[in-house]
């Protein structure tokens, strides 16, 4: 009996020393970066059924990266704002404006005009592993500087953004996130940012989601460099389709799917006129292509203004033909 009292002891007090760890690896990290973390409010335009225009009150978080006042956050917390005031931790409240929004990532970075503030670290997300310690700090349901800790649940997921666009790379995490923390950091150990905490399914319970830092950091330099992301565009409307096993076998193609042309829009900044409607794109400058999100991640800045090789099924055989594309207008 005695042996078992004594076991037992000294399991709790294991229990004990390693809750106190984890327990101090989270405060650590909450008090090393809490002064970085911001709360976002926004007015923002809005348009009722009626076509009536009225400003609506919305709240987010953001974290500051750089000491001379940028801060990034998430596009859907500021789109369409009037104004926007961002709170420290310490009650300063102060005027933030847009520097540049990106949708199709869901990330945009404010400016605000202090200096000496002190920056987060963007840790190299391609290096998380599954199961390693993750941290949000923000803003849930307007109730300032709330902290939830969880895992890496899964790494690599994907996301659809409010324009359609597919966000890549995305972190899975069962820290808890609610409405208001979007915007705010999902940190590491060290209290490096990770991710940018942007959503959660409402019907489940521990799913939630961070845009990852690697492509949050550089997403950010290009909208503080330009104030906007250059995309490519061909100037064509399409839609996946099924390719038959047929033309697979003929055709030595090693996708199952391909990208139907229905629509080419003439008069752009992009050469597009070898593209037919009907034809079927199935590689993209020697890349195979199956979707239209595989065809949007290639149209990246890098190929505005440049000739490139597609190949197409026209009358179910394959044909290689030129593009030029332009950039996307914002």
């Given at each position: 009996m005695e042996n078992s009292i004594s076991f037992l002891t000294h399991q709790a007090s294991n229990d004990m020393s390693l809750l106190d760890a984890y327990s101090q690896t989270v405060t650590g990290v909450v008090g090393s970066v809490a002064e970085s973390v911001v709360h976002i409010e926004v007015q923002k335009k809005v348009t009722d059924r009626r076509a009536d225009k009225r400003i609506q009150a919305?709240?987010?978080?953001?974290?500051?990266i750089s000491s001379d006042g940028f801060i990034i956050t998430n596009n859907h917390v500021v789109?369409?704002?009037?104004?926007?005031?961002?709170?420290?931790?310490?009650?300063?409240?102060?005027?933030?404006e847009i520097k540049g929004a990106d949708p199709s990532t869901d990330i945009a970075v404010l400016k605000i005009d202090e200096t000496g503030l002190k920056a987060m670290l963007l840790a190299d997300s391609s290096t998380l592993q599954v199961g390693q310690i993750a941290i949000a700090i923000g803003n849930p349901m307007g109730l300032q500087y709330t902290v939830t800790a969880g895992v890496v649940s899964a790494?690599?997921?994907?996301?659809?953004?409010?324009?359609?666009?597919?966000?890549d790379n995305v972190i899975q995490t069962d820290a808890a996130l609610n409405p208001?923390?979007?915007?705010?950091?999902?940190?590491n150990s060290q209290g490096q940012v990770i991710g940018v905490n942007t959503a959660m399914i409402a019907s489940a319970q521990g799913l939630c989601f961070a845009i990852s830092s690697n492509l949050a950091a550089q997403i950010a330099g290009q909208l503080i460099l330009n104030g906007k992301i250059r995309r490519a565009q061909l100037g064509i409307a399409a839609q996946p389709v099924n390719l038959s096993s047929r033309m697979i076998a003929a055709n030595k193609l090693t996708t199952q799917t391909?990208?139907?042309?229905?629509?080419?829009?003439?008069?752009?900044?992009?050469?597009?006129?070898?593209?037919h409607i009907g034809d079927i794109i199935i590689a993209f400058d020697d890349i195979p292509v199956a979707t239209v999100d595989d065809l949007h991640l290639l149209l990246s800045d890098k190929q505005i203004g440049r000739r490139i090789q597609i190949e197409v099924l026209r009358g179910g055989r394959k044909q290689a033909i030129s593009v030029i594309p332009g950039e996307i207008k914002s």
């Open positions: 919305g709240t987010g978080s953001g974290f500051i789109e369409n704002a009037a104004s926007i005031k961002v709170s420290f931790v310490d009650g300063r409240r102060v005027n933030a790494l690599g997921r994907t996301l659809r953004a409010s324009n359609g666009r597919l966000i208001g923390n979007s915007g705010g950091p999902l940190v391909g990208i139907y042309v229905f629509e080419t829009i003439p008069d752009g900044d992009y050469y597009n006129s070898e593209i």
